[in-house]
Every structure is written in structure tokens, then in C-alpha cells.
């Protein structure tokens, strides 16, 4: 693909963005992605592999905190509830 | 093992020329780089010669940088270099070499069974790379690996360090073993997942509607949460725990707001469910469901220490933002203007400025970047990535014709 052909794919994407219409320029990208320069398409998915892999670091990082929490809360309330129960 | 006292002062004459020419110290035990290749033995080989002219558009990119984009052009140009020329290219020579270090060490460290794992992360990652033949998304990163690195040396580190924090959380044993306490916690307390299963229509043909039902739920009963880690915090921080928890149930049992027995079952019931969907069998649901409650939680506290905004001003900020004609149309009346004359554009903060300059692709470049930062604030994962990626290559494209 030609640098002026990437600008007009780049200039609709954000007109669809700016649009609102964000799952057609999903679309749109999916069914261009093998037009892209292989270096344009490699350059993609790594950084879309960068924010996905943090996002999951986020979640796994954030899911052991929650069990923590989790454990305590759940030892606690359990004190409380045989306690109030007596 | 004891080196010779030659080769020590060797490494110690490569260490200080190392630091001298390119101003980085190294650290103690830190080894020094080898010497790079010689310029004109880098300008031989095509690809390489590509990642060098990346490199000093990039480095001219920044300001504080000396412009060696023209020298580059006479190099380009087969004309003669002066030593000031030579002389502006000695650092970059080094830069380059670190550079290209950098993506060959990340390229033999990354197997190519975790660059399919890494495809696991997002959906969004799997669809694009099936639209390639086989074995062709893992190629095209590998190749990308010495651009990237050109563009943006912090963006291998952020890659490899995103991918190491993945790869640490999964492995880490005290993860697993908090993952089996929690299985062993709600299955002694009976809670099960027929709170989900009840959710789930097995006839939602996508599942998008049962998830919602989830989430939903996850998303009310964590609104109990912080206040019942409250209590259970009062009851957990001493040694005196009993004393504590007394205390707790006699705060619980005289509040108006959960005095009964009820409620604090109701609670357990609640907090239960939230860790039921941390170890759900169902892979989507847990997956989606703690997603959403990480994110709201980090959203909550944010909210709390007053660093983020009501969610309502957010999506009013973001609506008025959409609304804004800040990219075709812009870009547009940019380029007329720079192919009309020495014109820049420029943005202030109380509107649209022009002015004259000469550094026109300089400015081209700030302009690009500042609108990739734009289309970051305003568009999620997906695009935000492919966009960023677009415009990189934008900005890489910029009078490549001249330059080589």
C-alpha cells in the first residue's frame, strides 16, 4: 500500500472514529489488514499486544488483590455472622 | 573468572568511549556495548540503511537534538561529508547499534509459542492475525521488532516488560495458592456458581446478553465491598482478633443500615460471588467479569483520591471531544499550507495558530504526533493501537525520497 492510500485508509478510520461508528472501522481495518505493509502490520499487533498484555497483567495482578481481600472479607464476616448468631 | 590485565584495560578503553561519545554511564555491571559498525558499512545493506535514516529523522525529531537530516541527505546524495557531518553521526552510529541490540535480544528471547500466547491477550489480536496466512502474524512481528526499536527505543522495554509481568503473575506460586484458597474458601461456604448459571441463557447465540446479566450482578453486589473490607480490616489487624470482631458485630448489630443477621449473610453471599467469578470454570465469564471488576475498582479509588472525574463528566468530555473537527479536515488545510509556503499550524491554547518557520517537517512531525496522542486519549485498545501505528509510519514516510 502507497503512502497516500495508508492516508486515505488512516483519514476514514478516524472519520468513523469521530463518528461514533467504531465497529465499522473495526471492520473496515479487518478487511484492509492484509494490504498493509508487512512492517505497518507487524507494528500493530505488538503494539496492540502491549496494551493487551498490561491490560491482562492488570486483571491478573488485580484478581490476586481481590482474593486477598476476598479471603479476609469472607473470614470476618463469617466471625461476625456465628457471633450475632450466639 | 580472573581476566588478564590487557583485556581489563581493553574493556575499560571501550567502556570510556562507549560513555564519552554517547553521554550514557553505565552501570557497574552492565556490559559494554560492542563497537558499532562503521557508518558506510551500515549504508551498505538496504534494510539496515532504512533503520539508520528512521533513526535520525527520529532523533531530529526531537529538538534538543542536532539536525542531521541534512547531512544524512548529502550522505545520501554520494556527496562529500565534512567532519562535522562524520561528527554528528558518531553518536547515532552507537545508538544505532544499542538499538539494534535491543530487538535481537527480545527476538531470540521470545519464542514463537509465546508470541501466540501474547495473541491470546486481546481478540482484537487473534481476528487481525487470522486474516494473514499461517505463521505470517508471528513473521511480520518478528520483522517489526528493529523499526520499532528505531521509532521508539522505550517501546521494546514496555513490550518485554508487559510480556514478563504476564508471564511472572501466571507462574507465580503464591497466585496459584491464593487461586486454590479461594477455591477451597467458597466451596466450604457453599457458594456456588448457579448464581452464573442462572444468568447464562444457553440460547444467547453469543453469549453478549448473559454476560451482561453477569456483570451486572458482579457489578451491585461489589458495591458492598470497600464496606465490608472495612469491618473484616478492623477485625484482622490485631492480634487481639476477637476483641476486634466483637467489636464489628456490635457496630454491625446496633447500624440501623445492617443490623441483622440477614444482611451480614447477604453480604457473604455477595462477596462470595465476586470470588466465585475469579476462578469461574467459564473462561469468558471470568475473564470479562474480573476485568470489569478491576477496572471498576481502580476507577473507584481513583474517584476517591479525586484523580478521576464522575464518570459523567468523562462521557461529556469525551462527547464534545468526538464533536470536534480536529483530524480530516485539519490535516487537510495543513498540508495546503505547508505546500503553499513557508506556513506552520500550530495549536495554542485558545485556538488555531499560524505562523512562518522553516523546520517544516519538524512541524509536520509534531503535528502527527499530537494528533496520535489525541486519537490515544480518544479511541480504546484496538484502535488506539492501529491508529498510533498509522500514524507512526506517517511520520516515517515524511520525505523519505529526499533522505535516501
Redesign the interface.
Known sequence: ME?DA??V???Q???L??E?K?KD??AL??KR??EL????????????????????????????R????????????????Q???K | MVMKLEKVAHEQDKRERFEKTTGRTLNPDEKTPDEPKSLSETLKNPAERDLFTQLVKNIDADPDKKTSIAALARLGAEEPLSPDDLALFEKTRYEFALRMQDAKRLDAMLTNDDFDS??D??P??R???G??PPGR?VE??????P??AMQDRK?LD??SN??N??KA??A?P??KE??A??NA?VTR?GFTEKDFAGLIDPNDPTGADSLNRAREKIKQNLKG?DK??E???S??LSSEE?RK??E??FD??TSKETG??EV??K??GE??S??LA?ISGNERIM?EI??E??TG??ARIAADTGSLKSMDEVKAGAKNF?EADI??TM?TRYKDALESGDTEWGITGDGIKWASRRDKDAKKTEFLGRMGKQ?FE?????????????????IG?IDKAKLT
Not at chain 1, 66 to 81: H, K, M, N, P, Y
Not at chain 2, 378 to 394: C, H, K, Q, V, Y
Request: hydrophobic content about 50%.
Open positions: 503512502r495508508l492516508e485508509l488512516y483519514n478510520l478516524v472519520d472514529v469521530n461514533g467504531e472501522a473495526n481495518i479487518l489488514f492484509p505493509p508487512p512492517q505497518l502490520q507487524g507494528e500493530i499487533l505488538l503494539r496492540m499486544s502491549t496494551q493487551a498484555l498490561n491490560n491482562e497483567a492488570d486483571r491478573l495482578e488485580g484478581v490476586a481481590l482474593q486477598e481481600e476476598g479471603e479476609i472479607i469472607v473470614q470476618a464476616l463469617d466471625i461476625v455472622r457471633s450475632l448468631a | 501474547v495473541m491477550a486481546d482484537g489480536i481476528s487481525l492475525v486474516t494473514l502474524g511480520v512481528m518478528r520483522q517489526s521488532l523499526m520499532l517501546f514496555e513490550f508487559a510480556f509481568r504476564v503473575a501466571r507465580n503464591a497466585y491464593l487461586h484458597r479461594t474458601l461456604h465491598w465490608f473490607k469491618w473484616a480490616r477485625g484482622k476477637a470482631v466483637c464489628a458485630a454491625i448489630k441483622d443477621l451480614i449473610s453480604g457473604l462477596v462470595g465476586i470470588l475469579t475473564k474480573t476485568t471488576i478491576v475498582k481502580k468526538k483530524t480530516g490535516w486519537e480518544r479511541t480504546g485498545g484496538f484502535l488506539a493501537s492501529l491508529l498510533g501505528a498509522m500514524i507512526a509510519r506517517l514516510g
